[in-house]
């Protein structure tokens, strides 16, 4: 009974952070009562060293399965959340029994003896204020976006610690016999041994997820700086475009007073409204937005993209040209993506909109969500945008709501990074 309510705390405290399935507190329930009875069976027919080393392989098989079928984890994330949830059931157990010997000669209670409704009570509690713990430091600190993004290297680690200690564990049960047989030195080893291997585990995965931001802040570091370098080939390209569109029309005209016949007007119409359409030079008042703005609106128009603009480009002029154009850019990209995707045509369509209120400039990008499962289209650029927006102290918001994709980006006015 003990071990099913560590199991039961161990998991709740670990599965609430993450993304869970439909209907988790019933699939939570379903496998709790699952592994119940099984647990009460092995304590009644297998006592000593066998039941500790059955009942944990048992409890490690049914963190995986319990994971996998509550949570979001793959199989991978599964078993290292299993992990967890047996060694966090170990180190509750063993403080439970350190504290038992400590409080027995001043209570007289008894607490190591056979287990009374009493005892049961006391271990619920000493038990809810440690899952509680847990929670709130070691639940909520290792997952990243609702998830463990576990690589090969940190799962063997992972299994190779766990797997040590849990060996060693073993290996003094069988030495020093049954919890009724401690003495206060195996206790104090125990509980020290359970912690230090929880430490491990947690350092380990700190050291990981470093190394993973580590990397990730590199490749923004890289794209960020490629984009405020694009900035100088998006404008050179822009002003080719106008120029020989320019010159386009200007040899149009000229053929037009030669009064060509029916035919031959009108292939001069269709090349004048390609040239209209290629001359998207766009003036906001901000020559910087007015490049980032015109490229954008051809890339649009090569996907059959509508891109509307409402801009008054002169609110960001405190802005580097570099940072403006690469917050524009990368604010655009990810409504493109999601809108190149869409199979009705009429929702190809995105709204830009600058403009001043309440003493700060607000961008607005609403745009169709993206229809494909699970897309992680725009991870790199939503974070280059809130990098150039903290930059100006600024803020970014996102939402997704009745099929549209909204970002909204706030900068006071005047502000210089």
Same mark, same amino acid.
């Given at each position: 009974?003990?071990?099913?309510?560590?199991?039961?705390?161990?998991?709740?405290? +670990?599965f609430? !952070?993450?993304?869970? *399935?439909?209907?988790f507190?019933?699939? #939570? @329930?379903?496998?709790? %009562?699952? &592994?119940?009875?099984?647990?009460?069976?092995?304590?009644?027919?297998?006592?000593?060293?066998?039941?500790?080393?059955?009942?944990?392989i048992?409890?490690?098989?049914?963190?995986?399965?319990?994971?996998?079928?509550?949570?979001?984890?793959?199989?991978?994330?599964?078993?290292?959340?299993?992990?967890?949830?047996?060694?966090?059931?170990?180190?509750?157990y063993?403080?439970?029994?350190?504290?038992?010997?400590?409080?027995?000669?001043?209570?007289?209670?008894? +607490?190591?003896? !056979?287990?009374?409704? *009493?005892?049961?009570?006391?271990?619920? #509690? @000493?038990?809810?204020? %440690?899952? &509680?713990?847990?929670?709130?430091?070691?639940?909520?600190?290792?997952?990243?976006d609702?998830?463990?993004?576990?690589?090969?290297?940190?799962m063997?680690?992972?299994?190779?610690?766990?797997?040590?200690?849990?060996?060693?564990?073993?290996?003094?049960?069988?030495?020093?016999?049954?919890?009724?047989?401690?003495?206060?030195?195996?206790?104090?080893?125990?509980?020290?041994?359970?912690?230090?291997?929880?430490?491990?585990?947690?350092?380990?995965?700190?050291?990981?997820?470093?190394?993973?931001?580590?990397?990730?802040?590199?490749?923004?570091? #890289? @794209?960020?700086?490629?984009?405020?370098?694009?900035?100088?080939?998006?404008?050179?390209?822009?002003?080719?475009?106008?120029?020989?569109?320019?010159?386009?029309?200007?040899?149009?005209?000229?053929?037009?007073?030669?009064?060509?016949?029916?035919?031959?007007?009108?292939?001069?119409?269709?090349?004048?409204?390609?040239a209209?359409?290629?001359?998207?030079?766009?003036?906001?008042?901000?020559?910087?937005?007015?490049?980032?703005?015109?490229?954008?609106?051809?890339?649009?128009?090569?996907?059959?993209?509508?891109?509307?603009?409402?801009?008054?480009?002169?609110?960001?002029?405190?802005?580097?040209?570099?940072?403006?154009?690469?917050?524009?850019?990368?604010?655009?990209?990810?409504?493109?993506?999601?809108?190149?995707?869409?199979?009705?045509?009429?929702?190809?369509m995105?709204?830009?909109?600058?403009?001043?209120?309440?003493?700060?400039?607000?961008?607005?990008?609403?745009?169709?969500?993206?229809p494909?499962?699970?897309?992680?289209?725009?991870?790199?650029?939503l974070?280059?945008?809130?990098?150039?927006?903290?930059?100006?102290?600024?803020?970014?918001?996102t939402?997704?709501?009745?099929?549209?994709?909204?970002?909204?980006v706030?900068?006071?006015?005047?502000?210089?990074?």
């Amino acid at each position: 009974m003990t071990l099913a309510m560590l199991l039961f705390g161990s998991s709740v405290a +670990l599965f609430l !952070p993450l993304h869970r *399935r439909p209907h988790f507190w019933k699939r #939570l @329930l379903l496998c709790y %009562g699952v &592994v119940l009875p099984v647990l009460l069976a092995l304590s009644y027919y297998t006592q000593g060293f066998s039941y500790f080393l059955l009942s944990s392989i048992l409890s490690l098989v049914w963190g995986i399965l319990t994971a996998y079928s509550c949570t979001t984890l793959d199989w991978v994330g599964s078993c290292y959340c299993s992990i967890w949830i047996l060694l966090v059931a170990e180190m509750l157990y063993e403080i439970w029994r350190f504290l038992a010997r400590l409080l027995d000669p001043v209570l007289g209670w008894n +607490l190591a003896g !056979p287990d009374t409704p *009493r005892i049961w009570l006391l271990q619920l #509690l @000493l038990f809810a204020v %440690g899952c &509680v713990a847990v929670h709130f430091t070691i639940g909520r600190g290792m997952p990243e976006d609702g998830a463990y993004h576990i690589g090969p290297r940190q799962m063997f680690s992972a299994v190779l610690l766990g797997g040590m200690f849990w060996f060693q564990f073993l290996s003094l049960q069988k030495s020093w016999g049954m919890p009724q047989d401690w003495s206060d030195t195996f206790a104090i080893i125990s509980v020290l041994t359970q912690l230090y291997c929880l430490t491990l585990l947690y350092l380990q995965t700190e050291l990981f997820k470093k190394s993973a931001m580590q990397k990730e802040m590199d490749t923004l570091n #890289l @794209l960020y700086e490629r984009q405020r370098q694009q900035y100088r080939v998006a404008r050179q390209n822009v002003h080719i475009i106008n120029r020989k569109c320019h010159e386009l029309k200007v040899q149009i005209a000229d053929l037009r007073r030669l009064n060509p016949d029916a035919a031959t007007r009108k292939s001069l119409d269709e090349a004048e409204q390609a040239a209209k359409l290629y001359n998207a030079d766009l003036h906001t008042g901000n020559e910087v937005l007015d490049v980032a703005l015109t490229e954008k609106s051809l890339l649009c128009e090569s996907h059959g993209i509508r891109l509307n603009c409402v801009a008054d480009g002169t609110c960001l002029s405190f802005m580097e040209p570099g940072d403006l154009y690469a917050l524009v850019a990368n604010a655009l990209d990810p409504a493109i993506e999601a809108a190149a995707r869409q199979q009705d045509a009429d929702r190809a369509m995105i709204d830009l909109l600058l403009c001043v209120r309440q003493g700060f400039a607000v961008l607005n990008v609403i745009g169709p969500e993206d229809p494909t499962p699970n897309a992680k289209i725009g991870r790199y650029e939503l974070k280059v945008v809130r990098r150039v927006a903290q930059k100006y102290s600024g803020t970014v918001t996102t939402e997704v709501k009745e099929g549209f994709a909204a970002l909204k980006v706030l900068l006071p006015l005047g502000n210089t990074p």
